[in-house]
């Protein structure tokens, strides 16, 4: 049984009405990244080095955003290494 | 009969006797071919005719009694409708795009559980095809066409506004330029126009957008999403030449550039903004569901990884 990996949960801001969390999950065949916007202006870049893939998600303004980044990856889903920068 | 109706920078809406409903948009013009009605047994027939723009039609007496009576013609094709709604554009070209449409009552809430669908025929000298479903489409370029369903990703408020039509940039730009200055034909110097010139050449077909060309301020945030959905329905075979993004439609507002080894495909709204970045030699299919818009894209071949990208507020 594949294993659930959490690598990261990140808040950029100590208010708790703005947040910029971003997460990235192997859930059987497939790498899932999750990202959650509110506040404003915020921006968060996710790598995933076995893949070849980065993924980016902004938010314009003070519209809370959220994405779902799935990629299938079939038997060669890389564990790690996933770097995520949030600004 | 043969009435014409012919808008420019209006709008207009018909109520027949039967009941049927006939909103017409800017830029339109269609043709009552016939209309009938005995207001007792509710029966009649009715015939209409798109040249040129989009119209909303809802169902009246004729189509619910006797559907067989109801006829809409377009210059490429023939819809038999059945007791339904259903909007029809008409381009220059004579393309024909029809959408069946829900009919919901005032008020309506849930589309499922509100509202009814009922069915109309699209007809070619290739074949017929009978729409079902909310929302199905079919675009027919020629009368030769065969034609071809899709289930748009649309909601009702969304075709609602594709009824607000502006008109063709070219009409809006003489018609600034006639209110800006008193038009003397006078001053059209037909001479001053070189005919012969040709600068084909001094484009480079092998030049591919880079990371540094991109201008962010070049978004067009008002898509027409009649446009996105067509193009991808259709393809285009001139795209299937380029095998890193087959049929890659411009339309839908993807955005690419490709720098050394890598390609960055970027889409934004007036309020999110996404971009992946993947291996030039990467296969892949990508799935993109931003602001209720579904975009598909291939990277070079369909292979086995599938990217889904899905953003909400």
């Known amino acids: ?87 | 009969m043969n009435d014409i109706i012919t808008t420019a920078n209006s709008k207009t809406a018909i109520t027949f006797r039967d009941d049927t409903k006939v909103q017409i948009t800017e830029q339109s013009k269609l043709v009552i071919d016939t209309f009938v009605y005995d207001g007792e047994k509710k029966t009649g027939k009715l015939g209409i005719k798109m040249a040129l723009g989009t119209i909303k039609y809802a169902s009246g007496q004729i189509a619910k009694n006797d559907p067989q009576q109801v006829m809409v013609e377009t210059p490429t094709a023939t819809i038999g409708v059945r007791g339904t709604d259903f909007s029809g554009t008409v381009d220059e070209t004579g393309r024909s795009t029809i959408i069946l449409l829900p009919s919901c009552p005032t008020g309506w809430k849930n589309i499922d559980r509100d509202c009814i669908t009922g069915s109309i025929s699209v007809t070619t000298i290739m074949g017929t095809i009978l729409l079902t479903k909310p929302f199905e489409a079919v675009v027919v370029n020629t009368v030769i066409a065969q034609p071809k369903s899709a289930i748009l990703n649309l909601s009702l408020d969304q075709i609602n506004n594709m009824l607000i039509v502006t008109p063709p940039k070219e009409i809006r730009e003489e018609k600034t330029r006639q209110a800006t200055k008193g038009f003397n034909f006078l001053d059209e110097n037909a001479l001053d126009k070189d005919l012969l010139k040709y600068d084909g050449l001094d484009k480079n077909a092998l030049d591919k957008p880079t990371g540094l060309e991109r201008n962010y301020l070049d978004s067009d945030f008002l898509l027409n999403y009649l446009d996105i959905q067509s193009s991808q329905m259709l393809g285009n075979e001139l795209d299937e030449y380029n095998g890193l993004l087959p049929k890659y439609s411009k339309a839908t507002g993807l955005k690419y550039s490709v720098d050394d080894t890598t390609l960055t495909l970027y889409r934004e709204t007036y309020s999110s903004y996404f971009e992946l970045r993947v291996d030039t030699t990467r296969s892949l299919t990508l799935n993109i569901n931003q602001d209720n818009l579904a975009i598909k894209q291939v990277v070079n071949s369909p292979g086995s990884t599938t990217i889904t990208i899905n953003q909400s507020n």
């Open chain 1, 1 to 87: 049984m594949k294993t659930l990996f959490a690598l990261l949960l990140m808040t950029t801001s100590a208010f708790s009405q703005t947040v910029n969390n971003a997460t990235v999950n192997l859930q059987g065949t497939n790498l899932n990244v999750s990202i959650t916007q509110s506040g404003a202006n915020h921006s968060a870049v996710v790598t995933i080095t076995g893949v070849g893939a980065s993924f980016m998600g902004s938010q314009y303004g003070t519209v809370a955003q959220s994405y779902s980044f799935s990629v299938y990856c079939g038997t060669n889903c890389p564990v790690n290494p996933y770097i995520i920068n949030q600004y």
